[in-house]
């Protein structure tokens, strides 16, 4: 029999908050984090508006020295990370050490350094390339640094799976426990690609929201207005750990994660398969592996990125999966609040999930404001929901290239 995971720890960098608690309050009242883009001049773009961290501070939380060395996507993560570990009330002395692990996602890692250091090149010469190039750009260097920083020894992994891989990563966290090969793992998901380079891209593959009038309007998953999604940046990081060595030392146990699925859709670059079959197994395989009965799924923090293609395609495999039961399923995208944050996206909504099943609150799906035939699932409109008993949820990602990641996450039992 394998092991139980629960999660007993959570950080997250946010355009809605550093801390937990804020991150929450913020989610459950429906506020936007999203505005113009304040980071560069973004004049000439299509799109305009980004939910975007601002005046970020790595603190208490990262050497100064250190933080000059790291990209952005990577001193979220740390950040992050610290304050998960932090939140789980854990120590990662020498005698566990070797068992704590870390795998953090990133979809495009340190872009904003290869930027400056490309026009560096092009106006100075090779000569004046920063040495630290390499190593702040590449997207496993947030795994690394966060187990440089916990004292994490254990398996250490990065996942690039686009939009899915924070979820990848859980998921695969979630895996090496159960299977023993560590008692801790540090998971999640970092992103910083608000960059001129990386938002005149998906600008220019007509990816993005042009509603640039109204930003915090602009995100609007399962409307009949959407145009696009709205670029996010930030991390969401989960402690998860061994349900018996959580209980032994006392931690405080959020909720239990037991079903992860992953498939590919081999259809296309950037569209998602049609009917959204893709979706549909990766989620048919995370209930299906989870202590969990279909029914038992009350709530979905869908993918939902407030594009034509995803939004209809990702209710059609919602609604060909759970048939009879979708009656009584809740469907919100808190995109609608945050954006998209590409490659942190699974984390953070990781840590919405556990929440929701902590606090027995569905999260809204804000600016839904005019319903779609092709959309017809109840999604939350608006307003935060209580209710009476949340036994379990599902949260999907799915990515450019078709690779898709979903995670059931339910309430701790004590005996199954």
Same mark, same amino acid.
């Given at each position: ?14 355009? *809605? ?12 009242? +429906? ?7 304040? +980071? ?44 998960? $570990?932090?939140?789980?009330? *854990? ?33 100075? +010469? ?8 390499? =190593?702040?750009?590449?997207?496993? #260097? ?12 254990? =398996?250490?992994?990065?996942? $690039? ?12 966290? #979630? ?20 960059? =001129? ?74 569209? =998602? ?13 995370? $209930? ?48 609608? #609040?945050?954006?998209? *944050? *590409? ?64 995670? $059931? ?8």
């Amino acid at each position: 029999m394998s092991n139980r995971v629960v999660i007993t720890g959570l950080g997250v960098v946010s355009s *809605l908050g550093m801390e937990i608690d804020e991150f929450w309050n913020n989610i459950i009242n +429906g506020k936007s984090g999203i505005s113009k883009i304040e +980071g560069f001049d973004p004049e000439g773009y299509s799109s305009q508006i980004a939910s975007e961290i601002k005046d970020f501070d790595p603190g208490d939380y990262i050497d100064r020295k250190d933080a000059k060395r790291m990209a952005k996507f990577t001193q979220y993560a740390v950040y992050a990370a610290m304050k998960a $570990v932090e939140n789980a009330g *854990l120590e990662v002395t020498d005698d566990i050490a070797n068992d704590t692990g870390v795998i953090i996602g990133s979809g495009i890692g340190g872009i904003e350094v290869f930027e400056k250091q490309m026009e560096r090149l092009v106006k100075r +010469g090779p000569r004046r390339i920063s040495p630290f190039f390499i =190593p702040m750009m590449i997207s496993n #260097m947030a795994a690394g640094q966060v187990a440089i920083y916990a004292n994490a020894k254990g =398996p250490n992994s990065n996942e $690039v799976t686009a939009c899915a891989s924070g979820t990848h990563s859980i998921g695969e966290a #979630m895996e090496i426990i159960k299977r023993g090969d560590a008692k801790v793992m540090i998971s999640g998901g970092a992103e910083a690609s608000i960059t =001129p380079s990386a938002v005149a891209g998906f600008s220019n593959m007509k990816a993005l929201s042009t509603r640039n009038d109204e930003p915090t309007k602009a995100s609007r998953p399962f409307d009949k207005e959407r145009d696009g999604f709205v670029i996010g940046e930030g991390s969401g990081i989960l402690v998860l750990e061994d349900y018996e060595f959580a209980k032994k030392r006392g931690a405080n146990i959020i909720a239990e994660i037991s079903g992860y699925g992953m498939s590919a859709d081999a259809y296309h670059m950037t569209q =998602p398969a049609p009917g959204g079959e893709g979706a549909y197994r990766a989620m048919e395989m995370a $209930v299906n592996k989870a202590n969990v009965a279909y029914e038992d799924i009350g709530y979905i923090n869908a993918h939902g990125t407030s594009t034509p293609f995803n939004d209809k395609l990702e209710t059609k495999a919602i609604k060909n999966l759970f048939k009879e039961h979708i009656e009584n399923l809740a469907v919100s995208s808190t995109k609608s #609040m945050t954006g998209h *944050l *590409l490659g942190a996206a699974g984390g953070i909504e990781a840590i919405v999930s556990a929440l929701a099943i902590k606090n027995d609150i569905l999260p809204p799906t804000v600016n839904y404001e005019n319903k779609d035939p092709e959309c017809d699932l109840d999604y939350v409109p608006n307003t935060a929901r209580e209710v009476s008993d949340l036994k379990a949820v599902l949260s999907n990602s799915f990515g450019f290239g078709g690779q898709n990641a979903c995670l $059931v996450i339910n309430k701790i039992e004590e005996n199954y």
